[in-house]
């Protein structure tokens, strides 16, 4: 089945460690999209890929780093300089361009301790 | 730039009755494209619909319900007799098609609960 797959569900980190986020989509998709969610609040953009070797920084990029080395997946490090980084994290892929909406996974659940 | 706006942060109604669910949007673009996502306890977000900005017309889809104005720059979501399942977060999105940097800008959310 064609889909987008964030691991691990949920995450524990000690403070001071960087941390990677995997973000995997078999839909042929070229955009992917990483968004954090913090407790009782919206989605803010991270970081966002157009194609392949290509990646732009959203609205808090700080603290974070991407790669799109290959076109189905975009993994997010959450480095020891973003300074709250427990959050709900969210991955979406869709086609740019077009008339589809963006197709999210599951989340991941990151607490840093 | 590109902006959606959700005024609402919480709503509670009681089961039964109708619910409307504003979203105020702004971008420079003349083609894009809104949508409305789910988001239930589990965290996932479910897609429930899009709209290009060519097309005005309404949808209804079962109880679920969309009112797009292009002229007020509002994509609101009509729920008529509400269920406790639709309780949830509801969010408005925005994406420019043509932008060299097309990307999909969320709303803060609307926090729905829907009492027995």
């Known amino acids: 089945d064609g889909g987008i797959t964030q691991s691990p569900k949920y995450l524990f980190r000690k403070e001071g460690q960087n941390v990677t986020l995997s973000c995997e989509q078999n839909?042929?998709?070229?955009?992917m999209y990483w968004y954090r969610q913090d407790p009782g609040q919206g989605l803010r953009l991270i970081y966002y890929?157009?194609?392949?070797?290509?990646?732009q920084k959203g609205d808090i990029a700080e603290g974070y780093s991407v790669s799109r080395e290959k076109k189905e997946s975009f993994p997010l490090t959450v480095t020891s300089a973003q300074k709250n980084p427990t959050a709900f994290y969210l991955c979406?892929?869709?086609?740019?361009?077009?008339?589809?909406?963006?197709?999210f996974g599951q989340g991941t659940r990151l607490t840093v301790v | 730039a590109q902006k959606v706006t959700q005024a609402q942060t919480e709503i509670s109604v009681v089961e039964k009755e109708d619910v409307t669910l504003d979203c105020v949007y702004e971008?420079?673009?003349?083609?894009?494209?809104l949508f409305w996502y789910k988001q239930p306890p589990s965290g996932e977000l479910v897609f429930l619909i899009r709209?290009?900005?060519?097309?005005?017309q309404n949808e209804i889809s079962g109880r679920y319900s969309w009112n797009f104005q292009k002229s007020t720059s509002s994509f609101n979501f009509t729920i008529t007799a509400s269920q406790v399942v639709d309780s949830a977060v509801y969010f408005c999105?925005?994406?420019?098609?043509?932008?060299?940097?097309?990307?999909?800008?969320f709303g803060s959310g609307t926090r729905l609960s829907i009492r027995p």
């Open positions: 979406a892929s869709s086609m740019p361009g077009s008339d589809t909406e963006a197709f």
């Open positions: 890929s157009q194609i392949v070797n290509d990646f």
């Open positions: 839909l042929n998709h070229d955009a």
């Open positions: 709209r290009n900005s060519f097309d005005e």
């Open positions: 999105a925005l994406s420019e098609r043509y932008s060299s940097a097309s990307k999909i800008i």
């Open positions: 971008t420079r673009d003349t083609t894009y494209y």
